[in-house]
Nanobody, 124 residues
């Protein structure tokens, strides 16, 4: 029924960059809208970025707009999150999510498939 696997997390200094990847299997990837969410300890899961299933629209939270970029590579069945100018408050577990013919939904209920998450830690 499809699987999402995130990678690319790690420890980085403030103002540094990371690129997260989320590889999909068992999905008709080019029909899926995709999102990135994050969850810090003691906090609710928070929307980060989304890309419409056909790649024609993207949407970002105000906290990451201008610093993060979401993209999808259909031939590689992978969605990316390029994160630049990282801040300590970006520290969280980052999750990718998918929904068939999804748009740029910004709430967890907009998605019905989830990865296991990857840890991003930004030191000051």
């Amino acid at each position: 029924q499809g699987q999402l696997v995130e990678s690319g997390g790690g420890l980085v200094q403030a103002e540094g960059s990371l690129r997260l990847s989320c590889a999909a299997s068992g999905l008709t990837f080019n029909r899926y809208g995709l999102g990135w969410f994050r969850q810090a300890p003691g906090k609710e899961r928070e929307f980060v970025a989304a890309i419409q299933w056909n790649g024609e629209d993207t949407y970002y939270s105000d906290s990451v707009k201008g610093r993060f970029t979401i993209s999808k590579h259909n031939a590689k069945n992978t969605v990316y999150l390029q994160m630049n100018s990282l801040k300590p408050e970006d520290t969280a577990v980052y999750y990718c999510a998918a929904r068939l013919y999804g748009g740029t939904g910004s709430t967890p209920s907009d998605y019905n498939k989830w990865g296991q998450g990857t840890q991003v830690t930004v030191s000051s």
